[in-house]
Nanobody, 117 residues
Framework: QVQLVESGGGLVQPGGSLRLSCAASGSIGSIDTMGWYRQAPGKQREWVATITRGSNTNYGPSLKGRFTISRDNAISPVYLQMNSLKLEDTAVYYC???????????WGQGTQVTVSS
């Protein structure tokens, strides 16, 4: 089991940037992948990006090019750099971690990102 804490959300104008962070603690040696989902009001949770232990990355449709997931040398923290933010990027952003041999992913509590003029 790991515990995840997100930070970096807030209010930003359209076209602006934010960087989210996700810090993991606990059994971090068992983490295979980490990533981000988001959920806007009244909508289903949407996959944003994933980064593997080997630092391979993947992105949800239409997000690559504006969003970048990364980490330093350690498995944690994981960052989500969001540029050219749009009104429709407004959502609660959740960090998750998939552990080897564990069926259920671990989730953070979420951080609110609001894009508004």
């Amino acid at each position: 089991q790991v515990q995840l804490v997100e930070s970096g959300g807030g209010l930003v104008q359209p076209g602006g940037s934010l960087r989210l962070s996700c810090a993991a603690s606990g059994s971090i040696g068992s983490i295979d992948t980490m990533g981000w989902y988001r959920q806007a009001p009244g909508k289903q949770r949407e996959w944003v990006a994933t980064i593997t232990r080997g630092s391979n990355t993947n992105y949800g449709p239409s997000l690559k090019g504006r969003f970048t997931i990364s980490r330093d040398n350690a498995i944690s923290p994981v960052y989500l750099q969001m540029n050219s933010l749009k009104l429709e990027d407004t959502a609660v952003y959740y960090c998750y971690a998939h552990l080897r041999g564990v069926a259920n992913d671990s989730w953070g509590q979420g951080t609110q990102v609001t894009v508004s003029s």
